[in-house]
């Protein structure tokens, strides 16, 4: 696609349940991150895949937190047992690989945890 | 690991004021630090960055920042705001010779410009 995609774009869910978000990057960029975008935390850095090296998984927040990135594309990001602190906008950005390039980023995926 | 601070949560200005936004970075190598901008409604874009050569880097729609290395800061400046450029700024750094070289951003720093 033109750009980075993810969804679903809004999604609320119940304490207790597990959530997945999705990122779909822009063709043939090797980087991949997932951040956290909550009023007053700006942009939490949660995890980091770089080609085929082991992932950067330093900034998630508790073992409820995992990624995975199939193929080098396609990224999953799931929240298992959600919990109402879990509440935040969650975004995926790409960049082409290491170095000072930029960073892309989707829209976003809105989780409202009730 | 590298961090960034920055140090206005929250600015207002009129128009045509001058702005400049702190950004304060910890970590002690080779950096490559930006600024993006998130203006209401649209997703985060980047308004410049600094790999190396000339310290003063000019971005689009007027902005432009400082890398100073003995300050650790990379401040954002624009010599006379719009209304157009209410937004939030966000500060970044990544330290590219290092195993560790993610992209870490600040807790961003909200501008509302007064028409």
């Known amino acids: 696609g033109a750009g980075v995609s993810q969804s679903p774009s809004n999604k609320v869910t119940e304490k207790g349940k597990d959530v997945e978000l999705r990122c779909d990057p822009i063709?043939?960029?090797?980087?991949l991150y997932w951040y956290r975008q909550s009023l007053g935390q700006g942009l939490e850095f949660l995890i980091y895949?770089?080609?085929?090296?082991?992932?950067?998984k330093s900034g998630l927040p508790s073992d409820r937190f995992s990624a995975e990135r199939t193929g080098g594309s396609v990224s999953t990001l799931t929240i298992q047992r959600t919990q109402q602190e879990d509440s935040a906008v969650y975004l995926c950005?790409?960049?082409?690989?290491?170095?000072?390039?930029?960073?892309?980023f989707g829209e976003g995926s809105r989780l409202t945890v009730l | 690991a590298q961090s960034v601070s920055q140090h206005n949560h929250h600015v207002i200005l009129s128009e045509a004021a001058s702005l400049e936004l702190g950004c304060n970075y910890s970590?002690?190598?080779?950096?490559?630090l930006f600024w993006y901008v998130q203006y209401p409604g649209q997703h985060l874009q980047l308004l410049l960055k600094?790999?190396?050569?000339?310290?003063l880097v000019k971005g689009i729609k007027g902005f432009e920042a400082e890398f100073i290395k003995s300050k650790f800061s990379f401040n954002l400046r624009k010599p006379s705001v719009q209304w157009s450029d209410t937004a939030e700024y966000f500060c970044?750094?990544?330290?590219?010779?290092?195993?560790?070289?993610?992209?870490?951003f600040g807790k961003g720093t909200r501008l509302h410009i007064l028409p």
């Open positions: 970044a750094v990544n330290a590219p010779m290092n195993r560790d070289d993610k992209i870490i």
């Open positions: 063709s043939g960029h090797t980087a």
């Open positions: 970590y002690g190598g080779t950096v490559n």
């Open positions: 600094y790999f190396s050569g000339d310290p």
């Open positions: 950005a790409s960049s082409l690989g290491r170095g000072p390039g930029e960073l892309f």
């Open positions: 895949f770089q080609g085929n090296s082991a992932p950067d």
